[in-house]
DNA sequence: TAATTATTCAATGGATTGATTGATTAAAGA
DNA sequence: TCTTTAATCAATCAATCCATTGAATAATTA
């Protein structure tokens, strides 16, 4: 082996990961492939969900199918796009824990946050199972009610994190809430605790969300 | 918190990781950054050891420094570029696993590689402390002898990748030999191993580089 | 102070990207 | 078969990106 084939070699490295990393370095192409892991969905209903054209998400579409981010089947005449197998969820909460780690970096010199310590920390699947078990916190579920239905935590209350502020009130002041909705790159959990923390609840951030719960093969309840 | 405040906040936190991504976007970039993550250094060490001219790699630095991926520091007449604080190699680590799982999953297509599918399971520092403890494996530093001196695993043998087929009988044929050199998303190890099953050897690659076991605080030897 | 070295800045041009528009293909139902 | 619906393709245009060039700035040395 030469070391001219070693710099091959990484450039041919470089280049690849540099090809995936562009392919996510685009907010609708990222806002697509949260939606995607969701579940497959069609590209009428992704760019219905996104606020993109039909063109536009399809284009989207293709370029992180492409870079195997995404696979398609077919359904009659729909096209139906789900997240391709990999540790996709991986890179994507690594990047979000640099994004809040460099924000948390920032702010800390702008403001004297106290809480934005501990934001980051979120609570382990253990932690939770064993405080679950002693039942001392109240598990928060801020997704849409539909989505809460098809399937959530067992003993977690649906709170959708656009109603929460209203509904403050079914919420226990004095245990410590853990809130959870898609996966650690979901955005609507974080703004829950904040609310939570304005409203002087305690409240922790769990650090995976249903759809890992559900892969890591926990119970899960269904229903309201 | 309505719902469209949770559309903007979704959107900001998008086009923050996207800004990242795009950021490691361009080989060159992944390069340079490689490189910083060994050590502070000048812009034109860095155009030295990339191959791009001057102004052209400080401007790709200007970039991640844009992007906080890394810190300067004045020294004299000239600019070190440091790596930044925060998970900045778990995003990287993550993207070469993904990287490497689309290969492979590619490749268990196309051929009917034996050695492709363990080559991804490297070993981890504990079995690797294991089985050192009953000497049943060899380690191998495929990193320049410069590196290597200034600090390696213990017990570790320095072979650089480059003259790694030459030295070949420097490797003893019965024990197995676990190779690494910087980081998880050093291609440097992976080529190495590589190498190694070609000419018959048992052959894995350390799940963590030189600068995780030193920042994980386990000892280290310096010299030749 | 002048000359040197290391880095950055500013301007340029070619290549690529992202969104839009309208046309085209594919499957299903009337 | 003709129409409808879902998705993709092709063409376009503005915006951005990347590398190059040469000039400008900053710190050091002669």
Redesign the interface.
Known sequence: ???M??ER???T???????????????H???LL?HVAQGARSVERLAELTGLSMANASQHLQHLKRS?LVATERDGKRVLYSIA????N??????????E???A?IQSVISDSLTQRDRLEGISREELLERLRESSVTLLDVRPREEFEMGHLPGAINIP??V??EHLSMLPQDHEVVAYCRGP?C??ST??VD?LRQNGIKARLLDTGFPEWKAAGLTIETGA
Chains 1, 2 share one sequence.
């Open positions: 082996m030469s070391s084939d070693i070699a990484q450039l490295l470089f280049t690849e990961l540099a090809e995936i990393a562009r392919t996510l370095g685009s907010p192409r990222l806002m949260q195997n197998s990999g540790p996709i991986e890179v994507l909460g690594a990047l979000t824990r640099l994004a780690h460099q924000r970096e994190a656009e929460l502020e790159h955005v609507l703004s829950a609310t």
